[in-house]
């Protein structure tokens, strides 16, 4: 494999517990430099990976790393489309965290930077490396259970309201609805296609208006398959789980236990009562995959089916805002 030269813009959790651990296990792959305003946070990442080179400003990054070949993108989304830009223009291909930029408009210019300069443009929708989900995509596309009839997706993860934070500014990219639901439309595309909001709902933050901690939506796939999406920043235990209602079974990814439940008429495995639990294992954490086969794609000069692309992204986001339109009727 031939060395590829990485850069890591933006320090928090993501890139910390994610993005720069997965290059440093990756062989041929070395992140040269890091960058992120708060000065406490970039020293004491440095220190944890052995990286020497660290800037306060990704412009100085970009300026002065000539050599570097690709980066992530690990900031807030409403700072996603000047750095991504600023690192296409810079010659860098990018893996950009989602959702892809805070509306259609920006993310359109994205892409067409990306097209302009020659590069890759790929986004963070780490879940389709999960292979609790990919055995999921692959049962329901070998119509061994028959037509899918019905698709639901309920994921919930407790944020704990802090308004100095980001994502509880719905300016700036906040929402539950923002920051879980494009993981949950990306998947959905990628397993049934495209698919438009028929119907929303919000339940808001007490404390902060207009800023929804619970959504749903209904969804309408142009195969004509019905769905349900649902999110929420409840304080309770996490859930991931993807369920798909066939013509002979129901199928039931859950994506944090990497378990597939399968409940069908006829046996599967010997087995048929309460339905069978199968565990996929997943030998390396699903955004490890997903940033080696980013790394991989650039060395090897190579399409890599399963990395969601700039228009992917700006799909999935054109599907979100979409959803906020019915707060509006």
């Known amino acids: 494999m031939k060395a590829l030269d990485v850069g890591v813009i933006g320090c928090g959790e993501i890139a910390e ?19 992120d305003i708060d000065e406490h946070r970039l020293h004491r990442v440095s220190r944890r990976f052995s990286i020497d080179r660290c800037y306060l400003r990704y412009e100085e990054l970009l300026q002065n790393e000539s050599g570097i070949d690709a980066v992530s993108i690990c900031l807030p989304t409403f700072l996603h489309k000047d750095a991504v830009i600023a690192s296409l223009e810079a010659g860098k291909h990018v893996l950009c965290e989602k959702p892809l930029a805070l509306n259609a408009e920006e993310g359109t210019q994205m892409i ?15 879940l389709r490396f999960s292979k609790a989900l990919r055995r999921l995509r692959r049962w329901v596309r070998s119509g061994s259970f028959g037509d899918p009839l019905e ?6 993860f407790w944020r704990k309201e802090d308004r100095k934070r ?8 906040g929402g539950a609805l923002f920051d879980m639901g494009p993981h949950s439309v990306d998947t959905l595309r990628w397993m049934f296609g495209q698919a438009n909001v028929r119907s929303a709902a919000f339940k808001d933050c007490e404390t902060i208006p207009g800023l929804d901690i619970e959504s749903s939506a209904d969804l309408l796939f142009t195969n004509g398959l019905e769905g349900q999406l649902h999110v929420s920043w409840k304080n309770l235990p996490s859930k991931h789980h993807i369920e798909v209602r066939c013509v002979e079974g129901t199928l039931c990814a859950d994506l944090l236990k990497s378990t597939l439940r399968v409940q069908s008429p006829r046996k599967i495995l010997g087995r048929s009562e309460n339905g069978v639990e199968i565990l996929v294992e997943q030998t390396l954490p699903y955004l490890h ?8 794609s650039i060395l090897n000069d190579q399409d890599e089916n399963s990395l969601a692309t700039g228009n992917d992204g700006l799909r ?14």
């Not at 980001?166 to 990219?173: A, L, N, P, Q, V």
């Not at 999935?316 to 009727?329: D, G, K, Q, V, W």
Request: include cysteine; charge should be positive.
């Open 289 to 296: 995959d997903e940033i080696w086969h980013f790394a991989s």
């Open 17 to 35: 517990t994610g993005h720069l651990p997965a290059y440093m296990r990756i062989p041929g792959v070395k992140v040269q430099a890091i960058a």
């Open 166 to 173: 980001w994502y509880f500014d719905r300016s700036k990219g």
């Open 112 to 126: 067409r930077s990306a097209k302009r300069h020659g590069l890759r443009l790929h986004v963070g929708f780490c």
């Open 151 to 156: 698709v639901k997706t309920t994921n919930v």
């Open 316 to 329: 999935a986001l054109r599907t979100i805002t979409s959803a906020y339109e019915f707060r509006h009727i």
